[in-house]
């Protein structure tokens, strides 16, 4: 790992910094104790969830003004010499030959105290809870996931876009979309327009002139939904690939997944170990379980038949033409497969009318990834190119034609099979930290009734 402008961050310095050569540090104080002779910071950067013991000698110059800002929450700048640490548990530590607070933190008022808080607490103080613990593991393993996301598909030669997040098309059909106003009461846009559910339309234009195209943006859904599993703003990761099948599409999203793993452990141990001891205990083991297994591709018919056979007495009853639930999710990656699984050949009653229909007229060519503990991580298709199915699709689900020209369009000139998939990006963050709050994985959540800060 190289050590990072301007200056060295403590990550490098605890796993590679030179002992006895001199450094200048900076961060903010996670605790202090002390002596008569001697006083110990541990200073942290956010690099990682490791803090770097700084001794700072009772006789340094200037000191005694200085200690009692030297509290936690507070930032310094440090300048000392890196040397082997007689202590258990660390490599080396700085002992300090210069001191200057940089920012004072009042400790009677400062939130964060060396006890622990509860995440409905870390939660009302959002702008402060990535100084935690917990938290700053969580907001780096999101930013590795992001990272790792332009790396993957990057390397497969597809093309970053960006798609509106102002639209007059739903996407999904279902109408739960914010509509977008000025105080103007004539339409700004000259037509209803509102904050978009998804990039997928947009995305297949590009595809259809790019071959392969990947977005990863901010979507809305104005569903009540006021659980630990919704919010109101998220971010969705959608590939879509010209000349491309359900098959492809499958074997493209367990691909990433694994390549999202595989950057987790590579970047994060020190977080993974964080989360796993403080967080979700089968953290590791799961994430180790879904990356080194071949994920299990079954039909929704005999996913419905598993969870028959079951014998288990679910909330939601299973039936042939329902959607699977929660519930049923987790009884097949937990109970029966024991690792993910990817469910195609949906009833197409309760999929989106732009999923391609499938010879017996009654499925499409859907395709949900199933994870343990969090259920559908991502949902995607082989997309429907025949412009007669389309059509026919879009008027039985009352949908209006004209507010659909443009996408018509793509299926009247020169119409391939195409696939592609959305992923949830707090999905994947909830996943790889074992958080159980999709809220706790954003780092301003959104809600019904929540859009502080």
Same mark, same amino acid.
């Given at each position: ?56 000698? %009772? ?10 800002? =030297? ?191 595989? %950057? ?11 989360? $796993? ?104 298709? $082989? ?16 949908? $209006? ?40 994985? =954003? ?11």
């Amino acid at each position: 790992m190289k050590s990072e402008f301007p200056a060295p961050r403590i990550r490098w310095i605890l796993e590679s910094g030179e002992v006895d050569a001199r450094y200048t540090v900076r961060g903010w104080v996670r605790t202090r104790r002390g002596s008569k002779n001697v006083h110990f910071v541990a200073l942290n950067d956010g690099s990682t969830p490791a803090a770097l013991q700084v001794v700072v000698p %009772a006789e340094l110059p200037g000191l005694e003004e200085l200690l009692p800002q =030297i509290a936690t929450g507070a930032s310094l700048e440090v300048d000392g010499l890196l040397v082997e640490s007689p202590g258990s548990g660390q490599r080396v530590e700085l002992r300090a030959e210069a001191v200057r607070v940089l920012g004072a933190a009042d400790p009677e008022t400062y939130p964060l105290q060396k006890k622990g808080h509860s995440f409905e607490f870390l939660r009302s103080i959002a702008h402060l809870r990535p100084r935690s613990n917990s938290f700053g593991a969580v907001f780096r393993i999101r930013s590795t996931l992001a990272q790792a996301t332009h790396r993957f598909f990057g390397d497969r030669g597809f093309n970053y876009i960006q798609t509106p997040i102002i639209t007059a098309s739903d996407c999904e059909g279902a109408g739960a979309m914010f509509e977008v106003h000025t105080r103007d009461p004539e339409p700004f846009f000259g037509r209803p327009a509102m904050l978009t559910v998804s990039g997928q339309l947009n995305a297949e234009a590009l595809a259809y002139g790019l071959g392969l195209v990947y977005t990863f943006g901010p979507t809305f859904r104005a569903e009540n939904s006021n659980t630990s599993r919704h919010l109101s703003e998220f971010w969705m990761i959608e590939p879509e690939m010209a000349f491309h099948d359900i098959h492809d599409d499958m074997d493209l999203a367990e691909a990433y997944l694994k390549a999202l793993l595989d %950057a987790v452990f590579e970047r994060n141990a020190a977080d993974l170990e964080l989360l $796993q001891r403080f967080v979700e205990p089968t953290l590791i083991e799961t994430l180790s379980n879904t990356r080194d297994n071949v994920f299990e591709r079954i039909t929704y018919t005999e996913a419905i038949e598993i969870l028959e056979r079951s014998g288990r007495a679910f909330e939601f009853p299973v039936s042939w033409g329902a959607d699977l639930q929660s519930e049923h999710e987790r009884f097949l990656t937990e109970t029966h497969f024991k690792k993910p699984v990817m469910v195609t050949g949906y009833p197409k009653g309760i999929k989106a009318f732009y999923m391609f229909q499938n010879d017996d007229d009654r499925t499409v060519a859907a395709l949900d990834v199933l994870v343990p503990r969090i259920g559908e991580i991502i949902g995607g298709s $082989q997309r429907e190119h025949r412009l007669d199915r389309l059509t026919a699709r879009l008027l039985a689900d009352g949908m $209006q034609l004209e507010d659909y020209e443009w996408y018509l369009d793509l299926h009247r000139y020169g119409a391939v099979p195409h696939a592609g998939f959305g992923l949830g990006f707090e999905r994947a963050v909830m996943f790889c930290t074992g958080m159980a709050n999709i809220r706790d994985v =954003i780092p301003f959540p959104r809600a019904p009734g929540q859009a502080a800060f």
